[in-house]
């Protein structure tokens, strides 16, 4: 699947595999998601990677346990960028390195991960 034409994402999501294959309806986001927004998703585990794009199409809402959660239209892709390219990456590395649930995506970072995944789309 190609990159959907869409903004820069602007956070990291992390989901297991099972995730990524049945997505929900109302992803789990920071606070300070809006419509509009997009978000990288990394897919955790072995062989993990950033796997999808999710582009928002709510204002994020309080869950109960103190979560926050908006709804989104998943693009999933045949190819992650694995970790170890992310991990090799001077504007990538420092992002992707201790990933510990959602965070915000700079826009340097965000640039160049869009450009990776639009190469690994076309192989």
């Known amino acids: 699947m190609p990159v ?20 929900p309806a109302a992803c789990c986001c920071l606070r300070t998601t809006r419509a509009g927004a997009r978000a990288a998703v990394y897919c955790t585990g072995p062989g993990g990677g950033v796997a999808a794009l999710v582009d928002f199409t709510t204002d994020a ?4 346990g103190g979560s926050w959660a908006a709804e989104g239209i998943v693009h999933v892709f045949d190819s992650a960028v694995p970790r170890p390219v992310l991990l090799a ?34 192989r």
């Not at 990538?92 to 190469?119: D, K, Q």
Request: glycine residues 6%; aromatic residues 4%; charged residues 25%.
């Open 61 to 64: 809402t309080a869950h109960s």
């Open 4 to 23: 959907p034409a869409g903004p820069l994402p602007s956070s990291i999501l992390l989901w297991h595999a099972d995730e990524l294959r049945s997505p």
């Open 89 to 122: 990456d001077d504007l990538l590395g420092p992002v992707f390195r201790h990933l510990r649930g959602r965070r915000g995506l700079p826009e340097p970072a965000a640039r160049r991960l869009l450009r990776l995944l639009s190469r690994e789309a076309v």
